[in-house]
């Protein structure tokens, strides 16, 4: 039960984590984009290396949390180990070359469970965010000649 409780708890950690940074990523989009440098060409390449960056460091932290957690019980020897174990079980690569002990083997395979859905999250939030990009392009496009000023649609 104690295993059941603690995989419970540090899931809904990670997806509150997630939530919220998602949140704040999409209205740093949203705001980056309402600027005039939003919308050229390098302002939206740029758009997309932070939002994958900003990922990145949005799975960094969840993944560090079980880390932490599995030096707190003691269930792997250093925080090197356990950032190893983490981001292998995290990131469904899994190589088995450490496990955790009996007592929370559980844990491990639940943040596995965790990592493929926050991952999948992650990932189908960047693929909208490149698609509103391609439309804004493509809209830009159909409706706006070379020196003409920007249309009133991508103003908003």
């Known amino acids: 039960m104690l295993q059941l409780a603690v995989a419970s708890f540090m899931v809904t950690i990670t997806v509150l984590i997630h939530l919220g940074g998602l949140s704040v990523l999409l209205e740093l989009m949203v705001r980056r984009r309402r600027r005039p440098a939003g919308r050229n060409l390098f302002g939206q390449s740029s758009a997309i290396v932070f939002a994958a960056f900003a990922l990145f460091a949005l799975h960094s932290i969840e993944i560090w949390l079980y880390a932490f957690l599995y030096v707190l019980v003691h269930a792997l020897g250093s925080f090197e180990d356990a950032l190893y174990f983490s981001t292998a079980t995290y990131s469904t690569v899994g190589y088995g070359d450490l496990t955790l002990p009996r007592a929370w083997r559980l844990v491990g395979a639940i943040e ?24 804004l392009e493509s809209a830009a496009d159909r409706t706006q000649l070379p020196g003409e000023a920007e249309p009133a649609a991508l103003r908003d």
């Open 112 to 135: 596995g469970a965790n990592g493929l859905l926050l991952l999948g999250w992650s990932t189908a939030f960047f693929v909208s965010i490149v698609d509103e990009i391609r439309k």
